[in-house]
């Protein structure tokens, strides 16, 4: 079962702008992944924000997470062509296990 | 040092025949898991070694699937009778756990094995 919704599903912008993604999870969580997929295969681990943060700088990437809310979001600032790629959340469970979203796809044009 | 390995990259089947799909973590990961991403959705978990024992096996979706690790290494997926609604992406992922109950360890994934059931 995936663990809730992220939006959107598609992204579109140009190079230079920021892309913002959002994450909305079901439980209680300890933290909160964010990974990165290029076509379809291997997914990258890109950051991870705990559960008593409220924002995490990484680079370009910038996570906020609102417990309260139960939602986070992946911001990528000056994006590059490169960051074309689906990104997803994801959480922990207490066995190890990851739950994660249903993914955006991001395009970046040049 | 060498990543998270999947063997075959690709694999076409018929309906009903038997798949084995091989993952190899890195080096000293004692956890190692496996995930099923359909089209379009994000990976969904299947089952997790920790060392040679399956710890977490409650995402496999019914008795036709099957994975071993045997001497806490390499693993294998087995798909019996295969359907073509088992048609995906199989990920394989490890991480070497810290212990802490807060579940920070970061999973390295494979490259992933695109199953086709024709």
């Known amino acids: 079962s995936q663990q809730g919704e992220e939006d959107p599903q598609a992204l579109s912008i140009q190079e230079g702008e920021n892309a913002t993604m959002n994450c909305s999870y079901k439980?209680?969580?300890?933290?909160l992944q964010w990974y990165r997929q290029n076509s379809g295969r291997g997914l990258v681990h890109l950051i991870l924000?705990?559960?008593?943060?409220r924002e995490k700088h990484s680079g370009r990437l910038r996570v906020t997470l609102d417990t309260s809310k139960k939602s986070s979001s992946l911001l990528i600032t000056a994006s590059r062509a490169a960051d074309t790629a689906s990104y997803f959340c994801?959480?922990?469970?207490?066995?190890?296990?990851?739950?994660f979203g249903q993914g955006t796809t991001l395009q970046v044009k040049p | 040092g060498a990543g998270v390995s999947q063997t075959p990259s690709n694999k076409v089947t018929e309906k009903g025949k038997y798949v084995e799909l091989r993952c190899d973590p890195i080096?000293?990961?004692?956890?190692l898991y496996w995930y099923r991403q359909s089209l379009g959705q994000g990976p969904e978990f299947l089952i997790y070694?920790?060392?040679?024992?399956?710890?977490?096996d409650s995402g496999l979706p019914n008795d036709r699937f099957f994975a071993v690790r045997p001497e806490g290494s390499v693993s294998t997926l087995k798909i019996q009778r295969t359907e073509r609604g088992d048609s995906a992406v199989y990920l394989c992922?490890?991480?070497?756990?810290?212990?802490?109950?807060?579940?920070?360890?970061?999973?390295?994934f494979g490259p992933g094995t695109r199953l086709t059931v024709l």
């Open positions: 992922a490890s991480s070497s756990p810290t212990g802490s109950p807060l579940r920070t360890d970061t999973q390295y």
């Open positions: 439980t209680s969580i300890n933290n």
């Open positions: 924000i705990r559960s008593n943060e």
């Open positions: 994801a959480t922990p469970s207490n066995t190890g296990k990851l739950i």
């Open positions: 080096s000293g990961h004692t956890a």
């Open positions: 070694f920790q060392g040679t024992g399956a710890a977490d």
